[in-house]
Each structure stands twice: as structure tokens, then as C-alpha cells.
């Protein structure tokens, strides 16, 4: 008895620390086209190349290999993120939750892809997205 009652006690352990650690859900949507208040930053977090060939207008470029270093030059603002694919998107959730900042929503922009315009208009407060 004693026996299962460790066991349960293990498992249930187990599965609430990689519920947390690999399996959290991030609870941040998916920016298409969306009406925010307030101030925001764009966070670009692709790589150099990826964010040279396919740039963001008005994005602070910072990729995630450099981002625990100088996360100081990010402004306390609700972010935006621009990745390149859902590893890029859960190492910068990640990272910027540990330093007290706000991730509202994220785009994945595929490596080397045109992009017509993707502009953040302050004046509308939208973030519109358009893609080939």
C-alpha cells in the first residue's frame, strides 16, 4: 500500500515538473491583424540574416542568441514578437517573462519570405500584416 501511494506521489511530482517546464501553455495569440491600446515594441528575435533579408519597419532587431545580454535596450512596453519558427518563439517567451516583460502576441515570418509591408501604425494603433 505504501508502495502505491510513493508511486502516485512520484508520478503526480513528475508530471507537474514537466508540465511546467515542457509542456506550459504560453497563452500568447498569434498576431494577424489586431487593434491594441497603449504602447508596444516590436521585437524582432530572428536571426541577423533571416531579419536582413525580410525587415520589420520599426522593430528593435535583437536575435535570441544575444537577447538575455541586452534585453536592457528593449523598452518596459507590452511586446510583439517576430520569429522564424516556434523555437525562436518559446526561448523569447521564455527569456522576456524572466525579466518582467509582457509578450501580447507573436508572428512567424518563414526565413527568406517577401513581405509586402508589415507595419505597426501608431496612428491606428494596428498592427497590419500582409504577406505574399
Avoid at 26 to 49: H, S, T
Avoid at 80 to 94: C, D, F, M, P
Wanted: charged share 25%; hydrophobic share 40%.
Amino acid at each position: 500500500m505504501k508502495l502505491l501511494i510513493y508511486s502516485i506521489l512520484i508520478v503526480t511530482l513528475l508530471v507537474l515538473i514537466l508540465r511546467k517546464n515542457y509542456f506550459q501553455k504560453w497563452n500568447v495569440p498569434i498576431i494577424e491583424e489586431a487593434q491594441f491600446k497603449g504602447p508596444m515594441v516590436l521585437l524582432d528575435v530572428r536571426d541577423y540574416n533571416d531579419s536582413y533579408h525580410s525587415p520589420v519597419k520599426g522593430a528593435v532587431n535583437i536575435p535570441i542568441a544575444y537577447l538575455r545580454r541586452y534585453y536592457e535596450e528593449i523598452p518596459k512596453h507590452n511586446i510583439l514578437l517576430i520569429v522564424s519558427n516556434h523555437i525562436e518563439k518559446k526561448a523569447g517567451i521564455r527569456c522576456l517573462r524572466r525579466k518582467g516583460f509582457e509578450v501580447i502576441g507573436y508572428k512567424v515570418i518563414q526565413p527568406n519570405t517577401d513581405i509586402n509591408y508589415l507595419i505597426f501604425s501608431k496612428e491606428d494603433e494596428i498592427w497590419n500584416t500582409m504577406t505574399k
